[in-house]
């Protein structure tokens, strides 16, 4: 028994049409196949585990079911076969694995519409996450050129992901969802207006040319909020005039210009003042259009910001403060 002996495209679109009558989970399990990953069928905007249906196509055409233990090539070669007949074949994609902002995009319309319809490679609610996804700047232009990047396909699969990672959804997802999948689902899921009011923003922003910020810092950072989100907050932070009138006004209330968390003063240690940061407290997607004021601010030290931004859960200057040991 071999892969190269489906050669009949009318029994792979009977494996098909009883993978449809059947459904996923009991088409699977009838015939002893796990779930495909990587590698569907794409019938109509559907897809169709491909290995299953290429087992399920030779009991058609020879009256044996060729199992999963029977396949000796990888997932490509079933791949080829049904390609060489006509069908059409996802593969891996080669894309960058997907960033913080574009899960957040992604788990937000999952949300929204959890349960209420499959995500059909042709729906539209697919192809236009797929199209916004392709215009968010967060990869370069060339690499979100190639066609495979967030093309249909990948965005459904990946909504099919979360619905995997999801408790209230009965029955099995597409595949489990990654690492990154399962961090923007523990970070978000729960507040799904918050997540809405941060899609909006990324939304707003993630189309402009503002310059980056150094790359090393949003890879270290991005895990939360994304990197447009983390940028943005970064700007405000940077804001020289906020910035200055910050200073000023601790330097007024206080005479010197301490870290409010761990009272570092570089004046002190080493003679120089004002080597300290300006961090926001207030989760940028909750400013919304509101003006920034001077209590929004604390100084910190460039030590306690970067163990601000890195702790999770997220954790306020007052409870940093009360850590420390
Ligand atoms: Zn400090
Ligand atoms: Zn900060």
């Known amino acids: 028994m071999a892969l190269a002996d489906v ?8 494996a098909i049409a009883e993978f449809d ?8 399990e009838k015939y002893g196949f ?16 491909s290995k299953a249906i ?34 059409k074949v996802t593969r891996p994609a080669t894309s960058p694995n997907w960033s913080v902002d574009e899960l957040m995009l992604a788990l937000d319309l999952y949300l929204r519409t ?41 965005v459904s699969l990946k909504l099919y992901n979360f619905s995997s990672i999801d408790p209230e959804h009965e029955g ?13 689902w523990e970070a978000w899921a729960h507040r799904p207006s918050d997540l809405a009011q941060a899609v909006a923003l990324i939304r707003a922003r993630g189309e402009s040319d503002d310059s980056p910020t ?8 991005e895990a939360l909020e994304g ?30 210009l301490a870290c409010e968390i761990c009272d570092f003063d570089s004046l002190d240690v080493y003679g120089i003042e004002g080597v300290i940061d300006v961090h926001h407290i207030v989760p940028l997607h909750k400013i919304g259009e509101s003006v920034t004021t001077l209590s929004d601010l604390v100084l910190v030290c460039p030590t306690c910001h970067r163990v601000l931004h890195k702790h999770r859960p997220i954790i306020t200057p007052a409870e940093l403060r009360s850590k420390r040991s």
């Not at 099995?172 to 923007?184: F, I, K, L, N, P």
Request: charged share 30%; net charge positive.
């Open 114 to 154: 959890r349960g209420q319809i499959p995500y059909n490679v042709n729906a539209k609610i697919v192809t236009d996450l797929s199209a916004e996804l392709r215009s968010l700047r967060v990869f370069p232009d060339h690499v979100r050129a190639s066609p495979s990047f967030r093309n249909p396909n990948s």
């Open 214 to 221: 150094d790359t090393g810092e949003i890879e270290e950072y």
């Open 227 to 256: 990197q447009i989100l983390f940028r943005e907050h970064r700007r405000y932070e940077r804001d020289r005039k906020l910035v200055d009138r910050k200073k000023k006004s601790v330097r007024e209330k206080t005479g010197r």
């Open 34 to 49: 796990r779930p495909a990953k990587d590698y569907f069928v794409v019938v109509d905007g559907a897809l169709y585990d």
């Open 54 to 87: 290429a087992g399920v196509a030779h009991l058609h055409q020879h009256g044996i079911l060729m199992s999963a233990d029977e396949f000796s090539g990888g997932n490509s070669t079933v791949a080829n076969r049904l390609a060489k007949l006509g069908f």
């Open 21 to 28: 009558a059947l459904g996923r989970e009991v088409f699977l």
């Open 172 to 184: 099995q997802g597409m595949s489990h969802g990654g690492a990154g999948d399962v961090r923007v």
């Open 7 to 14: 050669t009949d495209p009318a029994a792979v679109n009977k």
